[in-house]
T-cell receptor, first 113, second 113 residues
């Protein structure tokens, strides 16, 4: 049983560019949450998708957007990249939107130069 | 608001015990604990719901004091495999906020032979 898979594993972009990160949830899960983890910090909640809609959002600007597909996979898009967007982006899946344990992917390491 | 973890780092010898604390300035619905090894995804340890329950798994247990808005993670007879960064994640009590966790800054635990 495959766990949460994310692609790509590493990415290098320059300021002002746009990036798309992808996530496939664990089999049987229908909810995807995205987190940003800066070096030496805890993960920060970006947003959550359930039933192809954004259900919750953290304190991130509109440059961060997402999508969920009918097969529950998800994308995170970041426009107009800043140097400060350099971080590990983690995808976590769960079943439903209640209090459930999260299964995290290994993340995408984004470097903005 | 981000919960505060203490200590920030701890070094143990195999077989020693450790306690990691997590405090919040806000009322909590639940507290989640995760462990992240370097370069890997965070891995779920346990969830504690309000009610002061102490949950455990083998030699790792935790408590949640709702009134004090605090949780503690207890690691007894530590093993080398316990090394990693431990994060507590808190969930807002407003309901239907499952999946949206506010993580602490982490506690780095190193277990030496």
């Amino acid at each position: 049983d495959a766990g949460v898979t994310q692609s790509p594993t590493h990415l290098i972009k320059t300021r002002g560019q746009q990036v798309t990160l992808r996530c496939s949830p664990k089999s049987g899960h229908d909810t995807v949450s995205w987190y940003q983890q800066a070096l030496g910090q805890g993960p920060q909640f970006i947003f959550q998708y359930y039933e192809e809609e954004e259900r919750q959002r953290g304190n991130f600007p509109d440059r961060f957007s997402g999508h969920q597909f009918p097969n529950y996979s998800s994308e995170l898009n970041v426009n107009a990249l800043w140097l400060g967007d350099s971080a590990l982006y983690l995808c976590a899946s769960s079943f439903g939107t209640g209090t459930e344990k999260l299964f995290f992917g290994s993340g995408t390491q984004l470097s903005v130069l | 608001q981000q919960p505060v973890q203490s200590p920030q780092a701890v070094i143990l010898r195999e077989g020693e015990d450790a306690v990691i604390n997590c405090s919040s300035s806000k009322a909590l619905y639940s507290v989640h604990w995760y462990r992240q090894k370097h370069g890997e995804a965070p891995v779920f340890l346990m969830i504690l719901l309000k009610g002061g329950e102490q949950k455990g798994h083998e030699k790792i247990s935790a408590s949640f004091n709702e009134k004090k808005q605090q949780s503690s993670l207890y690691l007894t007879a530590s093993q080398l495999s316990y090394s990693g960064t431990y994060f507590c994640g808190t969930e807002d009590p407003r309901g239907n906020q499952g999946g949206k966790l506010i993580f602490g800054q982490g506690t780095e635990l190193s277990v030496k032979p």
